[in-house]
């Protein structure tokens, strides 16, 4: 009897361990990957609040879908969303996640991209 108790609490105290692991693991940005797109703002969408209470959108009005590339220039395209309309032409590195999709962007100069990122990209012209 006493055995099939702690065989019962080791498995518990397994599945308990296991569930915080991947808790800590999907929480966090470890296995993210960055990705690099330039800005088409004819590939833009607005989200429309489609009356509910709640917003689902995490008051993100914008979606663009892009191609981005990774550091090594494999090519993906992501969705992603924003509070505003983006600036054209401006370049963007994207944190993303496994199941979680995109975890941030930020803008980033044309000399801050890859190499192989930079031969898909258009380079920017100086106004």
């Keep these: 009897m006493k055995k099939k108790i702690m065989i019962g609490v080791t498995a518990v105290a397994i599945v308990v361990i296991g569930f915080a692991c991947f808790c800590i693991w999907f929480l966090s940005e470890a296995g993210s990957t960055y990705y690099y797109a330039q800005i088409d703002n004819s590939k833009i969408e607005q989200v429309n609040s489609r009356g509910g209470v709640i917003d689902l959108h995490g008051g993100l ?65 100086n106004e």
């Design 61 to 125: 009005r914008y979606s663009y879908t892009l191609p981005a590339y990774n550091e090594n220039g494999g090519k993906k395209d992501i969705t992603f969303g924003t509070s505003r309309e983006l600036k054209e032409g401006a370049f963007i590195r994207l944190t993303v996640m496994p199941v979680r999709g995109v975890l941030e962007w930020s803008e980033v100069e044309y000399d801050e991209l890859p190499v192989a990122v930079k031969s898909n990209c258009a380079v920017p012209t």
